[in-house]
Structures are given as C-alpha cells and as structure tokens.
C-alpha cells in the first residue's frame, strides 16, 4: 500500500505533465522569410552591374538632344517633345525624362556640400539656364525613368524597392564623375545627362553621367 505522501508526488506529477505542451523546435522557423532590404540591395547591384554601362548609358548617348533642340520643342509642347524625345516614368503624371548632351560656361558652382552643383548657361547669354547636380546627394529619378524599357516598374517587389533602384543609379552616376577640385566658374564644361519636367516652365536639373571641363 502507497503512503499518501507517495500517492501526493504522483498525483503532482502526473498533473504536471497532461499540463505540459511539447512545441518542435523549427516550428518557430517554419514561415517563409520576407524580403528584406539585403535582399533588395543585392538584386538591385545585380541589376546595376548587369545594365548600367551594358545598357543604360548606350540608351542615353543614343537619344540625347542638345539643349537648344529640346528648349525650342519643349516651348512648342511638352507632352509632344516627350513623346518625340524623352520618356515617361510609371504611374499617372509623371514627369517626362530627357537625355541631354551640350556644354555651357559655369555660372556659379557650390562644391563644398554633398549636394554639388554646378549652374551652367548654355545659350550664351550670360544667365544659368540649367543645373547640374554632382552628388553624392542627387535628387529626383530621371536616371531611371529615362529608360522605362530597361527598368520596368511591374518587374519590381513594390514602390519602395523602386525606389531604391532611383537612388542606387544616382550615387553610380555621383560615383563616376569627374568632379572638379578647384572652382570652375567661368571655365566651359562639356556633359550628358538627363533631367525630369512635370511641366515646360520646371528648372532643369541635370543629372550627368559624364562631365568634362574643358581648357
């Protein structure tokens, strides 16, 4: 016969385990992972290495008009310059994208930020009429949206992976100039680039992928 002490132990310990729930271990790992920003940083190097210069850059050379040429058809119309020499991102009101390729004298340049600039006119009369921005920090996305064709927006996760594909191309841009160490203001400089306009009367602001200044 069980003393009830004994009888008490078995009782507390058969409670205790119909109370006990056995939990494998991966199940807390069974869920697919989500993507991620290293996951998007990787397919967007991926995508830059594989279109950039292959790609990306042959596109601008081939459809870039110089300044003169894209003011007059601008002032006729905007929306048909766009369409007869630029490109327009995704969605609704988006801006028309340009390749430009000219050269002007430097009116004023700002190189001690991260937003470099150089103001350029390119018409000989004296005032700036465009801007270039050098970097690192470069706004707006022309550099992605001048090419719809190669940087499809419905290939992509969501906006947000979008945009990180705008920026990488800005600081590729940023990466491979030339930026001048001593102020250039009054010296000539030779570039390509692109540029956004939501409507005719918008500043021009040039983002290059080439700058030379020149003797």
């Known amino acids: ?15 205790g385990t119909t109370g006990c729930k056995i939990v494998p ?19 967007i190097t991926t995508l830059l290495a594989e279109s950039y210069e292959a790609k990306l850059l042959p596109l601008i050379a081939a459809q870039a008009q110089t300044a003169s040429t894209l003011r007059g058809q601008i002032a006729a119309g905007l929306d048909t ?3 007869a020499y630029g490109a327009r991102g995704a969605g ?21 930020t991260r937003a470099r600039i150089l103001d350029l006119d390119t018409d000989g009369d004296g005032a700036a009429d465009l801007t270039l921005q050098l970097g690192p920090v470069i706004k ?10 190669i940087y499809d927006f419905t290939a992509f996760r969501d906006q947000m992976e979008f ?3 705008g920026r990488a191309l800005n600081d590729r841009a940023a990466a491979g100039l030339s930026v001048p160490t001593e102020d250039p203001t009054g010296k000539t400089v ?11 009367s918008d500043k021009w602001l040039v983002t290059p992928i080439a700058l030379t200044v020149l003797p």
């Open 81 to 83: 310059a766009g369409a």
């Open 1 to 15: 016969m069980k003393s009830p002490l004994v009888t008490a132990l078995c009782l507390a310990v058969a409670l």
């Open 92 to 112: 609704n009101g988006s801006p028309w994208n340009f390749a430009l390729k000219d050269q002007g004298k430097v009116v004023k340049a700002e190189l001690g």
């Open 163 to 165: 945009g990180k594909l």
């Open 25 to 43: 271990k991966t199940a807390e790992n069974s869920a697919a992972p989500a993507a991620d920003a290293s996951g998007d940083a990787a397919r």
């Open 190 to 200: 030779a570039f390509t680039g692109v540029f956004s306009l939501r409507t005719a």
């Open 140 to 149: 707006g996305n022309a550099l992605r949206d001048v090419a719809p064709k």
